[in-house]
């Protein structure tokens, strides 16, 4: 993590508590039930005002620095395409200063436990933590999959204008069988919610449960996330794989 004096540091903290506090309290109990019924909800806009820029500028000036172009399929979820520009943990983690304190925030971190209505751990694997993803050419797209631990706190930088594609699409309470993961046997079978989700929105998932996907872009647009993961504490203590990972940020 880049040095950020101590002020500047405690400042985004404090004012990130105080902004998730105004944005959630009142409605803490529709975002539990929520998230409990779907697997998946809305938080609204996640950062406060003045920070918004600020993390904008960072996340773009290291996807131009390190972003790394991908154009694969991943066996272990069905085949499925993963066409988009992404920036690896350690490189986020060391050249960038507030997306790194958001991951650790514990204002954050309480949050999604409070939603979750359960612990919310660091990711134990420490390049899943929070990654970058662009997309921006027709048909990119990052597709049908599960993630390896359970929640998933996706951070919209840069949403698409509407119309061009790259919802978010997901079916819940579908387990992750690697070795057969029968995707489009789950689509077939479940109904897919599809969500827009715009600039400076974050959504909590629960990914390891939840098959989902960003559509493919429908023409040149922009789509720019941070997503982060947290884990459940029965994760630290199973036996996880991280096929996915190793493929996508090799
Ligand atoms: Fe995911």
């Not at 003045?50 to 085949?79: F, K, N, Y």
Request: with cysteine.
């Amino acid at each position: 993590m880049n040095e950020l004096s101590t002020g500047t540091d405690a400042l985004f903290e404090r004012e990130l508590a105080a902004h998730l506090r105004a944005l959630t309290s009142s409605k803490m109990e529709e975002l539990r039930a929520q998230f409990r019924a779907e697997s998946w909800v809305l938080l609204g806009r996640l950062l406060p005002e003045a920070w918004e820029q600020r993390v904008r500028r960072e996340a773009w000036d290291v996807l131009e620095r390190r972003g790394v172009q991908r154009d694969i399929s991943v066996p272990e979820t069905g085949h499925s395409p993963r066409r988009l520009r992404n920036v690896r943990q350690r490189e986020i983690a060391a050249e960038t200063e507030i997306l790194p304190r958001l991951y650790y925030a514990g204002a954050l971190r309480t949050l999604v436990a409070e939603i979750a209505g359960s612990p919310a751990e660091l990711c134990p694997f420490a390049p899943e933590r929070f990654v970058l993803a662009s997309m921006s050419r027709v048909g990119d797209t990052h597709g049908w999959h599960w993630d390896d631990y359970a929640y998933a706190l996706v951070y919209l930088i840069d949403a698409p204008p509407v119309g061009a594609g790259a919802e978010v699409e997901y079916l819940p309470g579908v387990a992750w069988e690697k070795q057969q993961p029968c995707v489009q046997e789950h689509l077939a079978a479940g109904r897919v919610r599809k969500r827009r989700v715009e600039s400076g929105e974050a959504y909590l998932l629960r990914g390891d449960t939840t098959l989902h996907r960003v559509a493919p872009l429908e023409r040149d647009a922009t789509r720019v996330v941070c997503a982060m993961a947290y884990a459940h504490p029965d994760d630290l203590t199973r036996a996880i794989t991280h096929e996915t990972t190793e493929a996508f940020y090799r």
